[in-house]
């Protein structure tokens, strides 16, 4: 049974940062399937906010929401099977529930839509303060 756990989230001023991991368990790996990071603000729809697919060996592709473009990384530990988010100059539009998903197919494809990822964490909450 697969399982996404998060880490990570709390309260930040603006201008802040945080970093929001994921471990990802339930597979002998996740290296090659794609993983990514989705938030959803009260009353707002989820988003995607970063995402990540397989290229070669320990390299990925990454796709980024423009919203983030410049602030937020998304790196993975295949090793570790952990995708993360390091979250800089964070803004109150920031605000939100972050999610970490995983995809059930092998693909190098970029996946930024949360119809096409499978497993979902539960959730951790970020809050930024003016």
């Known amino acids: 049974q697969v399982q996404l756990v998060e880490s990570g989230g709390g309260l930040v001023q603006a201008g802040g940062s945080l970093r929001l991991s994921c471990a990802a368990s339930g597979r002998t790996t996740f290296s090659t399937y794609p993983m990514g990071w989705f938030r959803q603000a009260p009353g707002k729809e989820q988003e995607s906010v970063a995402t990540?697919?397989?290229?070669?060996?320990?390299?990925?592709?990454?796709y980024y929401a423009d919203s983030v473009k410049g602030r937020f990384t998304i790196s993975r530990d295949p090793a570790k099977n952990t995708v993360s988010l390091q979250m800089n100059s964070l803004k109150p539009d920031d605000t939100a529930v972050y999610f970490c998903?995983?995809?059930?197919?092998?693909?190098?494809?970029?996946?930024?839509?949360?119809?096409?990822?499978?497993?979902w964490g539960q959730g951790t909450q970020v809050t930024v303060t003016v």
């Open positions: 998903a995983a995809a059930n197919r092998r693909t190098k494809d970029l996946l930024s839509s949360r119809t096409e990822y499978d497993y």
């Open positions: 990540t697919s397989w290229s070669s060996g320990r390299t990925y592709f990454a």
